[in-house]
Nanobody
Framework: QVQLVESGGGLVQAGGSLRLSCAAS????????MDWYRQTPGKQRELVAT???????NYVDSVKGRFTISRDSAKNTVYLQMNSLKPEDAAVYYC????????????????WGQGTQVTVSS
C-alpha cells in the first residue's frame, strides 16, 4: 500500500524558514505529480505548490518568491522550502501525489499525507 508521510513542521518566528518533506512509500511505478496544500480551521484546503514529473512548478500567488517546491525522484520525496514566513502562512500542510501503480498496465491514484503543522509567530 502507498503511504505519504510528512515531516518538518513546527514553530517559527515570522521571517524565518522551514523545510517540509513528504516521502512516498510502497510499490510505485512512478509519480506523475506531487503537491503541497494547506488548511486552516474553517477554511478550504488551498493548493500551495505543485511539481510535475517533468519538473514544472507552480505556486499560489501569496507564496511566490518565498516558497520552493522540489523533488528527489530516487527517494520518492517532495520538499517545500518555506522562507520569509508570515503569520498568514500558518496552517496544516498536506502533501498530495498522483501516483501510478503497477496494476492494469499502470493506473493513477490520488494520495494524501496526514499533514504537518506549521505555526508562525509574530
Amino acid at each position: 500500500q502507498v503511504q505519504l508521510v510528512e515531516s518538518g513542521g513546527g514553530l517559527v518566528q515570522a521571517g524565518g524558514s522551514l523545510r517540509l518533506s513528504c516521502a512516498a512509500s510502497g510499490t510505485i511505478l512512478r509519480i506523475n505529480a506531487m503537491d503541497w496544500y494547506r488548511q486552516t480551521p474553517g477554511k478550504q484546503r488551498e493548493l500551495v505548490a505543485t511539481i510535475t514529473s517533468g519538473g514544472r512548478t507552480n505556486y499560489v500567488d501569496s507564496v511566490k518568491g518565498r516558497f520552493t517546491i522540489s523533488r528527489d525522484s530516487a527517494k520518492n520525496t517532495v520538499y517545500l522550502q518555506m522562507n520569509s514566513l508570515k503569520p498568514e502562512d500558518a496552517a496544516v500542510y498536506y502533501c498530495h501525489a498522483y501516483i501510478v501503480l503497477p496494476v492494469f498496465g499502470g493506473s493513477e491514484y490520488s494520495y494524501w499525507g496526514q499533514g504537518t503543522q506549521v505555526t508562525v509567530s509574530s
